[in-house]
C-alpha cells in the first residue's frame, strides 16, 4: 500500500467538472492499493500519515502532524501509485489490486481516517481533476 503526501494549503478535486471534495490548510493523499494489502495495512499506512511530522512548529521546524497543526485530508484514489516502471516506457500494473479489493480497501482507509480526522475524498475509478496548492512544496512518498 501506498501513500503520496502533499502538504497544501488547499486542495479540490472536481468530478463531471463539479467539485465533490476539498479542503483548506492539510494533506492530499493519493493512496495506492497494490496485490496482497489488506485491513491491516490500511491500519498500518493510516497510523503512519497521522503521525508523520510535515508541518512547520513556532520554531519553522517540520515537527507537527496533520492533527497537531489543525489540518484536514483529501483522500484520492490512485491507481497509478502501483504501477511499475522499471522497464519501457509503459508502466505495468500487473502489482495492482483488482478494482473491487481496491475499492473495498480504499473505502476502509476513508472509513478510519474519518473517525479521528475531516476527511474529503475524491470518487473511486473516476476521471477526477485534482487542484492544489503544495505548501513548501512538500511531498512524502509512505510504503507500507
Do not use: W
Request: proline share 3%; with cysteine; glycine share 10%.
Amino acid at each position: 500500500m501506498k501513500a503520496l503526501l502533499q502538504r497544501v494549503s488547499q486542495a479540490q478535486v472536481d468530478v463531471d467538472g463539479h467539485c465533490i471534495g476539498n479542503i483548506e490548510a492539510g494533506i492530499v493523499l493519493l493512496l495506492g492499493v497494490d496485490k496482497g494489502d489488506d485491513k491491516s495495512k490500511v491500519e498500518q499506512l493510516l497510523h503512519k500519515v497521522l503521525r508523520y511530522r510535515l508541518f512547520a512548529d513556532a520554531d519553522g521546524k517540520m515537527n507537527l502532524n496533520v492533527q497537531q497543526a489543525g489540518g484536514s485530508l483529501l483522500i484520492v484514489s490512485q491507481f497509478t501509485l502501483s504501477a511499475d516502471t522499471r522497464k519501457g516506457l509503459r508502466p505495468g500494473f500487473s502489482s495492482a489490486a483488482p478494482p473491487d479489493v481496491g475499492e473495498a480497501l480504499y473505502d476502509y482507509f476513508v472509513q478510519q481516517a474519518s473517525a479521528q480526522i475531516e476527511v474529503a475524498t475524491g470518487q473511486f475509478g473516476a476521471n477526477m481533476q485534482v487542484s492544489l496548492t503544495n505548501d513548501g512544496p512538500v511531498t512524502f512518498m509512505l510504503e507500507v
